[in-house]
């Protein structure tokens, strides 16, 4: 359990996927919950890449698994 908390808060990558989360519950339906958590989370990687940073594949799949939590939800509701 200690391994996956270091996990997330490595790179603030709870927020990666609470924030998927949130754009995929604020879609309203499952299919567009997965699609605009993957644009959200490619925009964010790329504002990060224009800023000089590398492209982080971990925080963009964390995003997008927070958009599946969500498109999961819509499925079930």
Do not use: Q
């Not at 990558?13 to 998927?20: D, E, T």
């Not at 754009?23 to 958590?37: E, F």
């Not at 940073?53 to 963009?60: F, G, L």
């Amino acid at each position: 359990m200690n391994k996956i908390f270091s996990f997330l808060k490595k790179s603030n990558r709870y927020k990666h996927l609470v924030g998927g989360l949130l754009v995929g519950l604020c879609a309203l339906s499952p299919w567009a919950a997965i699609y605009s958590a993957i644009i959200a989370a490619s925009c964010l990687e790329l504002k990060d890449k224009l800023h000089g940073c590398h492209w982080d594949w971990i925080d963009w799949a964390c995003t997008v698994l927070g958009g599946f939590i969500a498109m999961l939800f819509w499925l079930i509701v």
